[in-house]
C-alpha cells in the first residue's frame, strides 16, 4: 500500500512484478535458466488464429463467420469443444448474433450445439462462482431454470447430430448442476464416450462431477482418474488434478503410489513435447504441483523452464491472481532446488 501511495495509484493498478516483490520471497531465476518475474504473463498465446478472428466478428454482431467456424469443426472434436464453448460463452454475455443466425439460418444443427451450451454458460453466470453458502436463493433458482433449459436444448442438439458427442459432452457438464443421481450419469457418460473415448473436456467434466464437492468422492474422482489414465496416456494428468481436488480434506492421494505413478507417466509423455497448446500446459502445471508436494524441486525447476513464461492454464488459472500463484510456486521450486538444477553446472 505504501509502494501504490508512492506511485499515485492503487494496489490493483500496481504491476505483478512489484507486487510479487513485496509478496515473495527473493529469487535468482536467471541462475536456473528462468525468465524473469516481469515477463511472465496469464495472457494465453494465440492457438486458434480462426477462432480468434471470429470472436472479433461476433463482438462486432457479425455471426456468418461463427456459424461457417462451427460447421467446418464438425469432426474434430476436441476444436469442436474448444469452439462451441468459446462462442458459448460470448453468447451467455450477449446473444443479439446468435438469434440472428437462428433466424437466417432456421433448422440448422450447428446452432443447436452453440445454443445448448450458451445455456450452461448463462447458468453459471447467473450462480456465480461463490460457495453454496453466499449464493443467494435468487441464484440458485436461476441457476436450476436455465440448467434445465440447456438439458432439454442439448438433447434437441443430439437429436439433430446424432454422431457429434458436443451435446452429450454438454449433458454431462450440466449433471452435476442438476445434482444428476450417478445412474443418470454414467448413462450420459456411456453415450458420450461411444462417440468419441478420448474425448479431452469430456474427462475433465466426468472428472468434476465424481468429486466429493459435487457427486462423489475423493475416492471415486482417483478411481475415475486412474481408469481414464490407464485408457490412455493423454489422461495421465488425471490422477494429479483429482488429488488437487482432494487436497483441502485429504493431502494424503498426492503420496500415493498410484498419483506418484500417474506423474511418472506424465512426466515421461511431456519429455516429447513443449508448451505450446493450453492442454499441455495444463498438465505441466499439475506436474510442477504434485513435484512441489512431493518436494521433487530440481524436477519442478525443469517443468517452469519448459513453460517459461506462460502463467495462463492451471493451476494458476484457478486463482485470483494466476501470476502471482506462478511465481509463488516457482519461488518455492527455486528455494528447494538443489545447485545442481542451475543452468551451466
Not at 164 to 179: I, Q
Not at 216 to 231: K, P, Q, V
Not at 259 to 284: F, H, P, Y
Amino acid at each position: 500500500m505504501r509502494e501504490a501511495k508512492r506511485r499515485g495509484t492503487t494496489v490493483d493498478e500496481l504491476p505483478t512484478e512489484v507486487v510479487a516483490a513485496f509478496l515473495l520471497p527473493r529469487t535468482h531465476p536467471e541462475r536456473f535458466g528462468l525468465p524473469p518475474s516481469a515477463e511472465i504473463t496469464s495472457v494465453a498465446p494465440v492457438e486458434d488464429p480462426a477462432l480468434e478472428a471470429v470472436k472479433a466478428d461476433v463482438l462486432a454482431g457479425h455471426w456468418h463467420n461463427a456459424a461457417d467456424l462451427a460447421a467446418s469443426t464438425y469432426g474434430s472434436w476436441d476444436r469442436r469443444q474448444r469452439v462451441v464453448w468459446t462462442l458459448a460463452d460470448l453468447a451467455a454475455k450477449d446473444d443479439t448474433w446468435l438469434n440472428a443466425w437462428q433466424t437466417a439460418r432456421p433448422g440448422d444443427p450447428h446452432w443447436s450445439v452453440v445454443h445448448a451450451m450458451s445455456l450452461v454458460s448463462l447458468a453459471w453466470d447467473i450462480r456465480g462462482s461463490a460457495s453454496a453458502s453466499d449464493t443467494t436463493r435468487t441464484q440458485f433458482e436461476g441457476f436450476h431454470r436455465i440448467l434445465t433449459e440447456a438439458r432439454d436444448a442439448a438433447r434437441a442438439a443430439a437429436a439433430v447430430l446424432p454422431d457429434d458427442p458436443t451435446p452429450w459432452n454438454t449433458l454431462v457438464t450440466l449433471a452435476r448442476g442438476l445434482g444428476l443421481d450417478h445412474d443418470s450419469f454414467r448413462a450420459l457418460w456411456s453415450e458420450l464416450v461411444a462417440r468419441d473415448p478420448l474425448h479431452h473436456n469430456g474427462h475433465l467434466q466426468a472428472l468434476q462431477y465424481w468429486c466429493a464437492k459435487w457427486r462423489g468422492s475423493n475416492e471415486m474422482a482417483l478411481g475415475f482418474a486412474l481408469e481414464a489414465a490407464d485408457t490412455s496416456v493423454r489422461f495421465a494428468g488425471l490422477p494429479l488434478l483429482a488429488a488437487q481436488e482432494a487436497e483441502s480434506t485429504d493431502s494424503s492421494l498426492w503420496r500415493t503410489p498410484e498419483v506418484v505413478g500417474a506423474l511418472e507417466v506424465l512426466l515421461n509423455r511431456l519429455a516429447d513435447e513443449g508448451a505450446d497448446t493450453v492442454a499441455v500446459r495444463d498438465d505441466r502445471g499439475y506436474a510442477i504441483l504434485a513435484l512441489l508436494r512431493l518436494r521433487r524441486f530440481d524436477e519442478a525447476v525443469a517443468q517452469f523452464r519448459a513453460l517459461g513464461v506462460q502463467a495462463d492454464a492451471a493451476p494458476w488459472n484457478y486463482f485470483e491472481m494466476p501470476v502471482i500463484t506462478f511465481l509463488s510456486m516457482r519461488g518455492e521450486a527455486l528455494k528447494g532446488a538443489s545447485r545442481a538444477a542451475r543452468v551451466g553446472r
